[in-house]
T-cell receptor, first 115, second 109 residues
Framework: ETGVTQTPRHLVMGMTNKKSLKCEQH?????MYWYKQSAKKPLELMFV???????ENNSVPSRFSPECPNSSHLFLHLHTLQPEDSALYLC??????????????FGPGTRLLVL | GQNIDQPTEMTATEGAIVQINCTYQ??????LFWYQQHAGEAPTFLSY??LDGLEEKGRFSSFLSRSKGYSYLLLKELQMKDSASYLC??????????WGAGTKLIIKP
């Protein structure tokens, strides 16, 4: 596998379910990101992990819970979601350097539908 | 507030040239990115501009004017496979990426 992979690619869940999204990067990067992409809206940054430490949490509801066990893997745990959480969830990675991060590389995303 | 503006949708003809504009108002500037995203797929990196001027990469070119808060992506010799959304993003003074909503480009034969 190369680049950034995400599983599952599609997910349908009820509001009472618990599920997890997985992301893996094979680029040797040290920073990973979760984004939410809704139709005709800009990408919304949810979480940033740098060297496995969470450095950003952009006021994301607690029903979304990230986990980064190492610099290559990132999870997004979901529970008691709302229908408005239906969207494409994108994972990205980059190499953080002094003074800023390099280009972000994205996975194909998980298309989530909450019923 | 911070804002990135780009047209919602554009239509062009196969073989022609199209220019997709992006204007931005951000707190600081540390570079501008263009990404291509086909429906249901990952955004893929196209170009990066941090200095004023034109960067050319094959059929695609990207231009930046920092004084005007303006960039454009120029696509030449359009092909059907260029039908996609094109995302503009600016890195602000905190090195956070601020994203536009994307421009959906439709190529007609």
């Amino acid at each position: 596998e190369t680049g950034v992979t995400q599983t599952p690619r599609h997910l349908v869940m009820g509001m009472t379910n618990k599920k997890s999204l997985k992301c893996e990067q094979h680029l040797g990067h040290n920073a990973m990101y979760w984004y939410k992409q809704s139709a005709k809206k800009p990408l919304e940054l949810m979480f940033v992990y740098n060297f496995k430490e969470q450095t950003e949490n952009n006021s994301v509801p607690s029903r979304f819970s990230p986990e980064c066990p190492n610099s290559s893997h990132l999870f997004l745990h979901l529970h008691t979601l709302q229908p408005e959480d239906s969207a494409l969830y994108l994972c990205a990675s980059s190499q953080d350097i002094p003074g800023g991060a390099e280009t972000q590389y994205f996975g194909p995303g998980t298309r989530l539908l909450v019923l | 507030g911070q804002n990135i503006d780009q047209p919602t949708e554009m239509t062009a003809t196969e073989g022609a040239i199209v220019q997709i504009n992006c204007t931005y108002q951000t707190s600081g500037f540390n570079g501008l990115f263009w990404y291509q995203q086909h429906a249901g797929e990952a955004p893929t990196f196209l170009s990066y501009n941090v200095l004023d001027g034109l960067e050319e990469k094959g059929r695609f070119s990207s231009f930046l004017s920092r004084s005007k808060g303006y960039s454009y992506l120029l696509l030449k010799e359009l092909q059907m496979k260029d039908s996609a959304s094109y995302l503009c993003a600016v890195r602000d003074s905190n090195y956070q990426l601020i994203w536009g909503a994307g421009t959906k480009l439709i190529i007609k034969p």
